[in-house]
């Protein structure tokens, strides 16, 4: 496997609404296998096509792990999905205020409302259909990634143009409240 270079703005690949997928040959698989290194060597929760540089309707997610009462990973505890063409086809009315970073962005969180919970129709690695419903951080992850593939980022959903920072303005802040915790996802 290969980790390939990410993407960071202002390349205008990123603002390019992807093609789709058509072929799910060795070529593909061993695009999603470099992505999903590409992802968890950075680290990152989700990677989408164009933040390799790939203008293509894919993207890779990897859920945060749980942990037991010492704050330990649990093994196997994370969740990993392959969607190629994902289209949401449902969000609950609900939304909920967090806090997202981005690969492709790199130093900067900003808050950003998203649906708590969506259902997601898509194709797996080999092309086969799939249908998903996730909530919570997941349903986030999601939401960011399939933004990515119709070339649009979390700075253009902000809650308010205020509610960006710097990784180390975010930190300061976060220092004030000692229950918050100040690592931000990237993805
Ligand atoms: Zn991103």
């Known amino acids: 496997m290969t980790v390939l270079e990410i993407v960071t703005l202002p390349d205008k690949v990123l603002r390019q609404k992807t093609r789709p997928v058509t072929r799910f040959d060795a070529d593909l698989q061993q695009l999603i296998d470099d992505m999903i290194e590409t992802m968890r060597v950075a680290p990152g929760v989700g990677l989408a096509a164009p933040q390799i540089g790939q203008s293509l309707s894919l993207a890779v997610i990897e859920t945060l792990p749980k942990v ?6 649990i093994e196997g505890s994370r969740d990993l999905y392959v969607i190629a063409n994902p289209e949401i086809v449902w969000e609950s009315p609900k939304q909920v205020d967090g806090i997202e970073g981005c690969l492709s962005i790199p130093g900067y969180v900003g808050e950003v409302a998203r649906a708590e919970a969506v259902r997601v129709r898509a194709q797996d690695r080999h092309g086969k259909k799939i249908k998903l419903r996730v909530n919570g951080w997941t349903a986030r992850i999601f939401q960011h990634e399939i933004d990515h593939l119709n070339g649009v980022l979390y700075i253009d959903k902000l809650t308010a143009p205020e ?3 710097t990784d180390e303005a975010f930190s300061a802040l ?9 690592a931000v996802p990237e993805l």
Do not use: L
């Open 68 to 73: 037991d009462e010492e704050d330990n990973e």
């Open 163 to 165: 509610n960006f920072w």
């Open 174 to 182: 976060m220092a004030d409240d000692e229950d918050e915790a100040t």
